[in-house]
């Protein structure tokens, strides 16, 4: 088994975009610049946000971080969205999900500008990505195409079993490994809570890419011998022997399946990394 090191990969592409950035700024280009909105005090939220703006600071883009209360307006939401598409110091307008069930996330995601859509949920960038056209990529499922190339994987005509149906993972991840490209030229199947078979299904998988939101969900007797396991969960779970009280879990019981996987991610240190690095690569495509 090898473990796919989300903490390796990452670096060595974050060093790159560094790289990249301070070369912009010798040519007196303009430094790339994410604006991220945070609504509410969602802790899981909280982190992944505060880790995008942290890692923005390490590659030297600049970021402005907007939080507002849990009872803000949807109004006041998508006038702060249309401000960010007309500023045009601003490249990249990041939402992050999910949002307080009274503001709507179609509205929201329809009004930031597809030129400015570094998470790729625009119904723009997801079409042009259905078409195969240049654009925005959503982070999660590009960062796992990022990790799969890093490795020289060649999943051609492999089976890969996607586990969950969410416009962010399991809908783009089953259409980019789809695609006549090295990641890809896989044959998908995608599953989700009403499959009646999963084990079935899993059991015939050369990947699984796990993105179910429940821990340890994807067990031992659900895997092939030699299979690939891409696992996305994030899931807290109750552990008072650590300082805050929970610990990082993914869907797959990773003891187990390690043992059986040619490959695996762990988690954390997997796939979550990559979704930050593919999205940090996304901004300064945004700024070109
Ligand atoms: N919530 C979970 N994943 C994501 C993501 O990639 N982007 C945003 N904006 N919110 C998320």
């Known amino acids: 088994m090898q473990l796919l090191d989300g903490i390796k990969v990452s670096n060595a592409i974050l060093e790159d975009i560094k790289n990249e950035v301070d070369s912009r700024i010798k040519n007196h280009k303009k430094r790339p610049h994410l604006a991220a909105i945070l609504v509410g ?21 600049q970021s402005t971080l907007s939080k507002l209360a849990d009872d803000a307006s949807e109004a006041e939401l998508l006038a702060l969205i249309e401000k960010y598409n007309n500023d045009a110091d601003i490249d990249g307008i ?4 999910p949002l307080p069930r009274h503001i709507s ?8 500008s597809p ?3 570094v998470d790729g949920f625009h119904p723009v960038s997801i079409g042009k990505m259905v078409l195969g056209q240049d654009t925005f990529i ?25 586990i969950g149906r969410s416009n962010i993972v399991g809908t783009p991840m089953s259409l980019l490994m789809s695609r006549n490209t090295n990641p890809g030229n896989c044959t998908v199947t995608m599953c989700h809570s009403k499959t009646k078979n999963l084990k079935e299904m899993c059991l015939q998988a050369d990947i699984i890419v796990a993105a179910i939101g429940r821990p340890n969900y994807v067990t031992a007797d659900m895997v092939k011998p030699g299979a690939i396991i891409i696992d996305v969960g994030i899931n807290r779970i109750e552990d008072a022997s650590k300082k805050s009280g929970f610990r990082l879990v993914g869907d797959v019981d990773f003891e187990a399946v390690k043992e059986k996987s040619s490959y695996i991610t ?15 690569k996304n901004t300064l495509l945004a700024c070109n």
Request: include cysteine; charge should be negative; proline fraction near 7%.
């Open 266 to 280: 762990p988690v954390p240190g997997g796939v979550g990394k990559m979704t930050i690095c593919a999205l940090m």
């Open 41 to 61: 005090d969602n802790p899981a939220s909280q982190t992944y946000v505060g880790a995008k703006v942290k890692t923005c600071e390490y590659v030297g883009f």
């Open 105 to 112: 996330e179609d509205k929201v995601i329809n009004t930031i």
């Open 138 to 162: 959503p982070a999660t499922p590009n960062g796992i195409m990022m990790m799969l190339a890093h490795y020289n994987i060649d999943t051609s005509g492999m089976h890969c079993v996607v």
């Open 115 to 117: 030129l400015k859509d």
């Open 94 to 97: 990041l939402v992050q999900l």
